[in-house]
């Protein structure tokens, strides 16, 4: 939608299959949803690198056999939406860097909260940075390291770093992914034969034919080459804070994280939000895709039926994933439309994922109205979205976030409905239902309370009021 939190960014890597660049083609495409302003592949043969970069989808990227040109049994892929940079080629990933010990490649989901310091001492010492994505401090602290193991420099660097990071790291011969100590982004592996296989999500797996082996566990280097797999842990304070919109909103429905399904998850908070909110209505609908999941779960906890009351357009080109401002206004109802037969003269209930901005949700209604609807209550199966995120996804600044300005009565009067309720923090958690003894589940709720489960440095809040 175009008033949603935007996603951050997808990996994936394949280590020791025949046709590791084609598998990591269509890994990055079964992740599209998580980035759609770049792609990447970097592969190897052993010897040298191959790679190619592109602007807009994996397969605009891709176009004009482009992938033909990459060879190896190795490589990992990329699809980018912009969190720190510019959106140019320039920033695509993976990154590749030359180095004392040979070539290395990264890809990296997530966001560094102290990048800016690290960048500015580093600048002082004479580092060179050729882009302005945060994903190159990386590179140069690992460049600049005394050790002469990558796994070493790797895990020197990744002591000095802050904030989320889902890396894979590779070079002519070695494959590396590590996880933050907070493991606020999903990581998992999988095998396929005696090759080894990395994805933000497990969809990917599913696509590739690879099988699900577990999660990368957060301060975890899982080290591959050609001796086989170890894994080392870089650090040792961990407290699992993964962010709770990959249940709620990023990624696929078809995907486990820390196996749990997401489509699963996505109909308990539907049915957690009809034990805490209960409309008397006709009909309940979904915005399409991510809350189709929780109108389901709501529908079957209230008895009321589920319709298809909003139908979405498949065919919007990539323009309107970033609308400029005057396409904004009127793109919901390119991206969006209302099946007047089934609201017509009917009490709607409306599930939605999350409210960020507000404008969107009032076309939404202001839609349903114009299609006949009697009533429109909005339900959101996530808590109002009160603080910026630093750890890679896109949410605007705190001035830009409708809830932290407005009350639930003064959003449900900006967005014309009848009525607006969200689901309680504790009902997010309990219906997720991850099994962790930390005091907050296992989950990031930094943007819901405010609680961060990093430091926050001032550049950082800075660079997100900019």
């Known amino acids: 939608?175009?008033?949603?939190?935007?996603?951050?960014?997808?990996?994936?890597?394949?280590?020791?299959?025949?046709?590791?660049?084609?598998?990591?083609?269509?890994?990055?495409?079964?992740?599209?949803?998580?980035?759609?302003?770049?792609?990447?592949?970097?592969?190897?043969?052993?010897?040298?690198?191959?790679?190619?970069?592109?602007?807009?989808?994996?397969?605009?990227?891709?176009?004009?056999?482009?992938?033909?040109?990459?060879?190896?049994?190795?490589?990992?892929?990329?699809?980018?939406?912009?969190?720190?940079?510019?959106?140019?080629?320039?920033?695509?990933?993976?990154?590749?860097?030359?180095?004392?010990?040979?070539?290395?490649?990264?890809?990296?989901?997530?966001?560094?909260?102290?990048?800016?310091?690290?960048?500015?001492?580093?600048?002082?010492?004479?580092?060179?940075?050729?882009?302005?994505?945060?994903?190159?401090?990386?590179?140069?602290?690992?460049?600049?390291?005394?050790?002469?193991?990558?796994e070493d420099a790797v895990k020197e660097a990744l002591s000095m770093i802050k904030g989320a990071y889902a890396l894979l790291i590779m070079t002519e011969?070695?494959?590396?992914?590590?996880?933050?100590?907070?493991?606020?982004?999903?990581?998992?592996?999988?095998?396929?034969?005696?090759?080894?296989?990395f994805s933000s999500e497990t969809c990917a797996f599913d696509v590739v034919g690879a099988e699900y082996e577990r999660e990368v566990e957060p301060g975890e280097m899982v080290i591959i080459d050609e001796n086989g797999m170890r894994s080392m842990r870089f650090s040792q304070q961990t407290q699992r804070s993964i962010c709770s919109f990959e249940y709620i909103y990023f990624a696929r429905p078809d995907s486990n994280i820390d196996g749990i399904n997401v489509h699963q998850s996505r109909k308990e908070l539907g049915k957690k939000l009809a034990r805490e909110i209960l409309i008397e209505a006709d009909v309940i609908t979904g915005v399409p895709d991510s809350s189709i999941s929780a109108a389901i779960g709501y529908a079957e906890a209230s008895g009321i039926p589920?319709?298809?009351?909003?139908?979405?357009?498949?065919?919007?080109?990539?323009?309107?994933?970033?609308?400029?401002?005057?396409l904004r206004a009127k793109g919901v109802r390119m991206k969006l439309s209302a099946v007047r037969k089934v609201v017509e003269g009917k009490r709607v209930v409306m599930i939605d994922d999350s409210i960020v901005r507000g404008t969107t949700s009032g076309r939404i209604v202001t839609m349903l109205r114009e299609a006949g609807a009697k009533e429109v209550h909005v339900l959101i199966s996530s808590p109002p979205v009160m603080n910026p995120c630093f750890y890679g996804i896109d949410t605007s600044t705190r001035e830009e976030l409708i809830a932290a300005k407005k009350s639930v009565e003064e959003m449900r009067e900006f967005i014309g409905a009848d009525s607006l309720y969200f689901l309680s923090v504790e009902g997010m958690v309990e219906a997720i239902g991850r099994e962790d003894d930390a005091p907050n589940q296992g989950h990031c709720l930094a943007c819901f309370t405010g609680?961060?489960?990093?430091?926050?440095?001032?550049?950082?809040?800075?660079?997100?009021?900019?």
């Open 1 to 150: 939608m175009l008033d949603k939190l935007n996603e951050e960014c997808g990996v994936f890597g394949v280590y020791n299959h025949p046709h590791a660049p084609s598998l990591t083609y269509y890994g990055i495409h079964a992740l599209q949803h998580r980035g759609q302003e770049s792609a990447g592949i970097v592969a190897s043969d052993g010897e040298k690198f191959s790679h190619h970069k592109g602007m807009g989808l994996v397969t605009e990227a891709f176009a004009n056999d482009a992938l033909e040109k990459l060879h190896g049994n190795r490589s990992i892929g990329h699809v980018r939406y912009t969190t720190a940079g510019e959106s140019k080629l320039e920033n695509a990933q993976p990154l590749i860097f030359k180095y004392k010990l040979g070539t290395l490649a990264l890809a990296h989901n997530g966001n560094l909260v102290n990048a800016a310091q690290i960048k500015r001492h580093l600048e002082r010492q004479g580092s060179i940075f050729q882009t302005t994505s945060d994903t190159e401090v990386i590179a140069h602290l690992i460049a600049r390291s005394g050790y002469e193991e990558l």
């Open 173 to 197: 011969k070695k494959m590396i992914a590590a996880l933050d100590p907070n493991g606020l982004r999903p990581l998992s592996m999988a095998k396929m034969g005696d090759g080894y296989f």
């Open 306 to 326: 589920y319709e298809l009351g909003l139908i979405k357009n498949r065919y919007v080109g990539r323009t309107f994933i970033q609308p400029n401002q005057e």
């Open 451 to 466: 609680k961060y489960p990093t430091e926050i440095y001032e550049d950082t809040v800075n660079c997100n009021e900019k």
